[in-house]
Protein backbone atom coordinates (compact mmCIF):
# COMPACT_ATOMS: atom_id res chain seq x y z
CA UNK A 1 0.00 0.00 0.00
CA UNK A 2 1.70 3.15 -1.15
CA UNK A 3 2.17 6.06 1.53
CA UNK A 4 -0.64 8.48 -0.02
CA UNK A 5 -3.16 5.66 1.26
CA UNK A 6 -3.18 4.79 4.65
CA UNK A 7 -4.69 1.26 6.36
CA UNK A 8 -7.65 3.54 7.78
CA UNK A 9 -8.20 5.54 4.33
CA UNK A 10 -8.26 2.52 2.51
CA UNK A 11 -10.52 0.86 5.21
CA UNK A 12 -13.26 3.82 4.72
CA UNK A 13 -12.74 3.18 1.08
CA UNK A 14 -13.66 0.02 0.84
CA UNK A 15 -16.58 0.60 3.30
CA UNK A 16 -17.93 3.48 0.73
CA UNK A 17 -17.35 1.31 -2.24
CA UNK A 18 -19.48 -1.17 -0.14
CA UNK A 19 -22.24 1.03 1.09
CA UNK A 20 -22.76 2.45 -3.05
CA UNK A 21 -22.19 -0.72 -4.36
CA UNK A 22 -25.36 -1.95 -2.15
CA UNK A 23 -27.66 1.70 -3.14
CA UNK A 24 -30.15 1.39 -5.77
CA UNK A 25 -29.69 3.03 -9.03
CA UNK A 26 -28.76 2.02 -12.33
CA UNK A 27 -25.20 0.58 -11.55
CA UNK A 28 -24.95 -2.54 -13.62
CA UNK A 29 -25.60 -5.83 -12.43
CA UNK A 30 -22.36 -8.02 -12.65
CA UNK A 31 -23.28 -10.86 -10.48
CA UNK A 32 -21.31 -12.92 -8.12
CA UNK A 33 -17.34 -11.99 -8.31
CA UNK A 34 -14.49 -14.06 -8.03
CA UNK A 35 -10.35 -13.95 -8.71
CA UNK A 36 -9.69 -16.63 -11.13
CA UNK A 37 -6.07 -17.23 -10.78
CA UNK A 38 -3.38 -18.62 -12.93
CA UNK A 39 -1.19 -20.89 -10.77
CA UNK A 40 1.11 -23.80 -11.02
CA UNK A 41 0.51 -26.53 -8.63
CA UNK A 42 -3.44 -26.94 -7.72
CA UNK A 43 -2.88 -29.30 -4.88
CA UNK A 44 -0.20 -26.44 -3.42
CA UNK A 45 -2.26 -23.66 -4.23
CA UNK A 46 -5.76 -25.75 -2.93
CA UNK A 47 -2.98 -26.60 0.58
CA UNK A 48 -1.98 -22.76 0.58
CA UNK A 49 -5.63 -21.35 0.77
CA UNK A 50 -6.88 -23.49 3.13
CA UNK A 51 -4.77 -21.53 5.86
CA UNK A 52 -6.76 -18.66 5.08
CA UNK A 53 -9.89 -20.63 5.61
CA UNK A 54 -10.95 -21.01 1.81
CA UNK A 55 -12.60 -24.68 1.15
CA UNK A 56 -13.30 -25.99 -1.92
CA UNK A 57 -16.93 -26.27 -3.38
CA UNK A 58 -16.90 -27.03 -7.14
CA UNK A 59 -14.32 -28.23 -9.75
CA UNK A 60 -12.21 -30.90 -9.66
CA UNK A 61 -8.76 -30.78 -8.89
CA UNK A 62 -8.00 -34.23 -11.45
CA UNK A 63 -9.20 -31.65 -14.25
CA UNK A 64 -6.63 -28.75 -12.86
CA UNK A 65 -9.83 -26.24 -11.10
CA UNK A 66 -10.94 -25.81 -8.34
CA UNK A 67 -13.35 -22.93 -6.76
CA UNK A 68 -12.82 -22.23 -3.26
CA UNK A 69 -14.82 -19.80 -0.41
CA UNK A 70 -14.34 -18.24 2.82
CA UNK A 71 -17.69 -16.57 3.82
CA UNK A 72 -18.65 -14.62 0.46
CA UNK A 73 -15.18 -14.81 -0.96
CA UNK A 74 -14.61 -16.52 -3.85
CA UNK A 75 -11.39 -17.24 -5.58
CA UNK A 76 -10.67 -19.99 -8.48
CA UNK A 77 -7.49 -22.10 -9.35
CA UNK A 78 -6.79 -23.12 -12.67
CA UNK A 79 -3.72 -24.33 -13.17
CA UNK A 80 -2.61 -24.27 -17.35
CA UNK A 81 -5.66 -22.79 -18.17
CA UNK A 82 -5.04 -19.13 -18.75
CA UNK A 83 -1.41 -17.17 -18.05
CA UNK A 84 -2.64 -14.57 -16.33
CA UNK A 85 -5.27 -13.85 -13.09
CA UNK A 86 -8.33 -12.81 -14.51
CA UNK A 87 -11.18 -10.55 -12.50
CA UNK A 88 -14.37 -12.84 -13.03
CA UNK A 89 -18.03 -11.61 -12.82
CA UNK A 90 -21.30 -14.47 -12.91
CA UNK A 91 -24.82 -12.45 -14.69
CA UNK A 92 -27.16 -14.67 -12.87
CA UNK A 93 -25.52 -16.09 -10.08
CA UNK A 94 -25.21 -15.09 -6.28
CA UNK A 95 -21.66 -16.19 -4.61
CA UNK A 96 -23.16 -19.68 -4.18
CA UNK A 97 -23.15 -19.95 -7.59
CA UNK A 98 -26.92 -20.42 -7.24
CA UNK A 99 -29.25 -18.75 -9.87
CA UNK A 100 -30.65 -15.57 -9.25
CA UNK A 101 -34.51 -15.32 -9.39
CA UNK A 102 -33.60 -12.03 -12.07
CA UNK A 103 -30.52 -10.64 -13.41
CA UNK A 104 -28.80 -8.81 -16.29
CA UNK A 105 -28.13 -11.23 -19.48
CA UNK A 106 -24.56 -11.00 -20.18
CA UNK A 107 -25.55 -9.73 -24.03
CA UNK A 108 -27.10 -6.56 -22.48
CA UNK A 109 -23.84 -5.60 -20.48
CA UNK A 110 -21.79 -6.35 -23.07
CA UNK A 111 -24.23 -3.73 -25.05
CA UNK A 112 -24.14 -1.47 -22.58
CA UNK A 113 -19.96 -1.35 -22.09
CA UNK A 114 -20.16 -1.27 -25.70
CA UNK A 115 -22.20 1.43 -26.34
CA UNK A 116 -20.00 3.44 -23.73
CA UNK A 117 -16.65 2.81 -25.82
CA UNK A 118 -15.47 -0.33 -23.86
CA UNK A 119 -13.23 -2.19 -26.57
CA UNK A 120 -13.99 -6.05 -25.77
CA UNK A 121 -11.36 -8.70 -26.43
CA UNK A 122 -13.69 -11.23 -27.19
CA UNK A 123 -17.90 -10.93 -27.24
CA UNK A 124 -20.70 -12.83 -26.14
CA UNK A 125 -22.86 -13.79 -29.72
CA UNK A 126 -25.95 -11.99 -28.97
CA UNK A 127 -28.01 -14.21 -31.38
CA UNK A 128 -27.86 -16.59 -28.73
CA UNK A 129 -29.75 -17.31 -25.08
CA UNK A 130 -28.35 -18.68 -21.99
CA UNK A 131 -24.65 -19.29 -21.14
CA UNK A 132 -22.38 -16.94 -22.71
CA UNK A 133 -19.02 -14.70 -21.78
CA UNK A 134 -17.05 -11.59 -22.71
CA UNK A 135 -13.62 -10.03 -22.16
CA UNK A 136 -12.22 -7.01 -21.63
CA UNK A 137 -9.12 -5.55 -20.65
CA UNK A 138 -8.94 -2.51 -18.65
CA UNK A 139 -5.95 0.27 -19.50
CA UNK A 140 -3.41 -1.52 -16.73
CA UNK A 141 -3.45 -4.76 -18.74
CA UNK A 142 -6.09 -6.33 -16.21
CA UNK A 143 -8.50 -9.43 -17.66
CA UNK A 144 -12.01 -8.88 -16.88
CA UNK A 145 -14.09 -12.16 -17.91
CA UNK A 146 -18.04 -11.90 -17.51
CA UNK A 147 -19.24 -14.96 -17.51
CA UNK A 148 -22.88 -16.28 -17.65
CA UNK A 149 -23.38 -19.62 -16.68
CA UNK A 150 -27.36 -19.97 -16.83
Known amino acids: MSSKMNRRSFTAALAAGASASAAPGNAMQLGAFSVSLAVKNIEASRAFYEKFGFKAFMGDASKHWLI ?8 GLFQGMFEKNIMTFNPGWDSNAKKLPSFTDVRELQRQLKAQGVALQKEAD ?7 SFVAVDPDGNTILVDQHV
Open 68 to 75: MRNGDHVI
Open 126 to 132: ESTTGPA
